[in-house]
């Protein structure tokens, strides 16, 4: 037999053993299928606990600013500069905006003014990404373009806690609603310290500011959009209830808005709700950013909501 053609037919076999088959192929498509279908679930947990731990961040800045306000002035700040005019009084988030490296923002807006009035609406209008959760999904345009909805105001992540009653407060006396009772509280009702909650209930277990988000499933009101739902109402520069203003009258991560208290506003409109699986993030008073799950016992939420209520909780109880 010719040597070169034994090389010759070694060469052809050798190639053959040296590819795939499409049996084998097919092998390799499914391991890698496999591979990613246990591996995306991994990956997608790592960046939702990236986002978390961004949230909290967020958290520990506000209620930082929120102790350097009160170093400032004595007391914490309240739940909106305290105007005559009704729903248009900047938030709590707007007072602390100097305490947040965001002085020259607050300079600019004029606070005997509206937040939606004259040029405080570009302020209103500015995205500020430490009042946004990473994780929040906004299944609408925020603020609302449409004319007809005359909405205002960038979207935000938090609310402060007004304690646990309606934190709807009239301004005039006819609607009889019991008073907030919480941390961060309207200037009708007074103010707030750290001293007064500290010899109370105490800092550790008063909730100062959670999350909000975008998740009502039949919010609506007059401006209801192409799909008749408003969603959330979140936007960090109105203080305002179900808007920066939240209370824990109803449960965690509500998502159906079903009571109206005193026929004029929606219970659930104003609950802490998150885009975070099990629960929601807080800050109390006391500094600390703790993850509540949405399966606790609603006396013992409304416990950690008010200031003075003289409740007795301890951490097992949340």
Request: aromatic content about 8%.
């Amino acid at each position: 037999m010719d040597h070169h053609s034994t090389r010759h037919r070694r060469l052809i076999r050798a190639a053959r053993r040296a590819g795939f088959s499409l049996v084998e192929l097919l092998v390799v498509i499914a391991i890698i299928g496999v591979l990613v279908a246990i591996l995306l679930p991994a990956i997608q947990a790592a960046r939702e606990s990236s986002r978390a731990s961004s949230c909290r961040n967020n958290l520990r800045q506000i209620v930082t600013a929120a102790h350097l306000y009160h170093d400032t002035t004595r007391q914490l700040p309240p739940a909106r500069i305290d105007r005559k005019i009704s729903g248009v009084g900047p938030s709590t988030f707007f007072m602390i905006l100097p305490f947040l490296e965001e002085g020259v923002t607050a300079g600019l807006f004029d606070t005997s003014k509206g937040y939606n009035v004259g040029s405080n609406i570009e302020i209103s209008n500015t995205r500020l990404p430490i009042y946004l959760c990473p994780s929040m999904n906004l299944p609408r345009q925020v603020p609302d373009p449409m004319p007809a909805c005359n909405e205002v105001g960038a979207p935000g992540s938090y609310a402060v806690s007004t304690g646990s009653t309606l934190s709807f407060a009239p301004t005039q006396p006819l609607f009889n609603m019991p008073p907030h009772n919480g941390a961060i509280i309207h200037p009708i009702y007074g103010a707030t310290s750290i001293a007064k909650i500290s010899a109370a209930d105490g800092t550790s277990k008063t909730l100062m500011v959670g999350e909000m988000d975008y998740e009502l499933a039949n919010l609506s009101w007059a401006c209801k959009g192409p799909n008749g739902n408003r969603w959330g109402q979140t936007r960090w520069a109105l203080g305002y209830p179900g808007v920066t203003w939240a209370s824990t009258l109803s449960p965690l991560n509500s998502t159906v808005i079903k009571n109206n208290a005193y026929g004029i506003f929606p219970e659930e409109a104003e609950s802490f709700r998150s885009d975070h699986s099990g629960g929601v993030n807080f800050a109390f008073v006391d500094g600390s950013v703790r993850f509540i799950s949405d399966t606790i016992q609603q006396n013992v939420l409304q416990a950690l909501s008010t200031r003075d209520g003289a409740e007795t909780l301890d951490f097992s109880d949340y």
